[in-house]
T-cell receptor, first 112, second 115 residues
Framework: GENVEQHPSTLSVQEGDSAVIKCTYS??????FPWYKQELGKRPQLIID?????GEKKDQRIAVTLNKTAKHFSLHITETQPEDSAVYFC???????????FGKGTRLHILP | DTGVSQDPRHKITKRGQNVTFRCDPI?????LYWYRQTLGQGPEFLTY????????KSRLLSDRFSAERPKGSFSTLEIQRTEQGDSAMYLC?????????????FGPGTRLTVL
């Protein structure tokens, strides 16, 4: 069935260091991969996305990579800041109905 | 505010009671999705509508759950005979098919607590 695996579940990094979150997906029909940031008690917010015809995308301190053959995709945050502390979800979306399958999330702690 | 809105934001109910939640999507968005998020988990798809038609329901949606979107605008999600396991955040999202990324915009959610 449709599944998105996300690792690690918790990640602590020193402020200024980089953070990497990795995901795999099972549905080969998925063609769009959004990443969401969710702060405590708030709605998920889209922070970056990547389409299946692209291998890498960057937006300031955030970058995503996609290996469609291996069904792997990753989020990289460089020069981490305290406000990056949140839960991050990777997701895969299929074109037929735009149904989004979310990973279980990574709780990112930025240490002072 | 032209974003997705949900009402109520919080609902506390006793086991066995019925509850109904409302979602107002972004105006002119033709797709509307319901997700459920339990503590420490990612949102899980429940069902979605294209205009007024309900096109898919997850296996997570038992017979006690029903969703409607009667005029293709707002939607309601009703849970009958609530159980403690129904306690979760219920998120609504809407999108416009044909928009550049068909991005789904999430509402603030309704947090349900079943005592």
């Amino acid at each position: 069935g449709e599944n998105v695996e996300q690792h690690p579940s918790t990640l602590s990094v020193q402020e200024g260091d980089s953070a990497v979150i990795k995901c795999t997906y099972s549905d080969s029909a998925s063609n769009y991969f959004p990443w969401y940031k969710q702060e405590l008690g708030k709605r998920p917010q889209l922070i970056i996305d990547i389409r299946s015809n692209v291998g890498e995308k960057k937006d300031q301190r955030i970058a995503v990579t996609l290996n469609k053959t291996a069904k792997h995709f990753s989020l990289h945050i460089t020069e981490t800041q305290p406000e990056d502390s949140a839960v991050y979800f990777c997701a895969a979306r299929r074109p037929r109905d735009d149904k989004i399958i979310f990973g279980k999330g990574t709780r990112l702690h930025i240490l002072p | 505010d032209t974003g997705v809105s949900q009402d109520p934001r919080h609902k506390i109910t006793k086991r066995g009671q019925n509850v109904t939640f409302r979602c107002d999507p972004i105006s002119e968005h033709n797709r509307l999705y319901w997700y459920r998020q339990t503590l420490g988990q990612g949102p899980e798809f429940l069902t979605y509508f294209q205009n007024e038609a309900q096109l898919e329901k997850s296996r997570l949606l038992s017979d006690r759950f029903s969703a409607e979107r009667p005029k293709g605008s707002f939607s309601t999600l009703e849970i009958q005979r609530t159980e403690q396991g129904d306690s979760a955040m219920y998120l609504c999202a809407s999108s416009l098919v044909g928009d550049s990324n068909n991005e789904q915009f999430f509402g603030p959610g309704t947090r349900l607590t079943v005592l």
